[in-house]
C-alpha cells in the first residue's frame, strides 16, 4: 500500500503560481509513476500532469504545457507540481494518484493508477 496527501492548494490572483507537492508513505522502495488530476466542480476528473519513477520522463495535458512543471524528489518520496501563470479555469480540486512502475510508461487516463491522494483545492481568481 502506497498513501499519498496532498497539500499546497488555496487561493491566488489569475497569473499567480502555486506549487502543489504529493507526500508519498508506505511501500515506495518500489519505482511509482505519479500523476496529477483535476476535477472542476460539475465536470470529469482530468489528467494534468505525469512523471515516472526516475523523473526523466514527463507528460502534459495541453492545457497545462509551458505554465506547469511536474518534478519529484525520491529522496523525500515527493512530487510536486509547479502551476505558473494560473487562469480561473484551472480551478479544481487537484489529486495525485500512483501506480506501481518502473519503466518509463506514463499513462494519462485515471484508471490506470492505484492509490489516490484525498485532493487539494485550487482556486484562481479573476
Known amino acids: 500500500q502506497v498513501q499519498l496527501v496532498e497539500s499546497g492548494g488555496g487561493l491566488v490572483q489569475a497569473g499567480g503560481s502555486l506549487r502543489l507537492s504529493c507526500a508519498a508513505s508506505?511501500?515506495?522502495?518500489?519505482?511509482?509513476?505519479v500523476g496529477w488530476f483535476r476535477q472542476a466542480s460539475g465536470k470529469e476528473r482530468e489528467f494534468v500532469a505525469a512523471?515516472?519513477?526516475?523523473?526523466?520522463?514527463?507528460s502534459y495535458a495541453d492545457s497545462v504545457k509551458g505554465r506547469f512543471t511536474i518534478s519529484r524528489d525520491n529522496a523525500k518520496n515527493t512530487v510536486y507540481l509547479q502551476m505558473n501563470s494560473l487562469k480561473p479555469e484551472d480551478t479544481a480540486v487537484y489529486y495525485c494518484?500512483?501506480?506501481?512502475?518502473?519503466?518509463?510508461?506514463?499513462?494519462?487516463?485515471?484508471?490506470?493508477?492505484?492509490?489516490w491522494g484525498q485532493g487539494t483545492q485550487v482556486t484562481v481568481s479573476s
Open positions: 512523471i515516472n519513477w526516475s523523473g526523466r520522463t514527463t
Open positions: 508506505g511501500r515506495t522502495s518500489n519505482g511509482y509513476g
Open positions: 494518484a500512483a501506480r506501481p512502475s518502473s519503466s518509463g510508461y506514463i499513462p494519462q487516463s485515471h484508471s490506470d493508477y492505484r492509490y
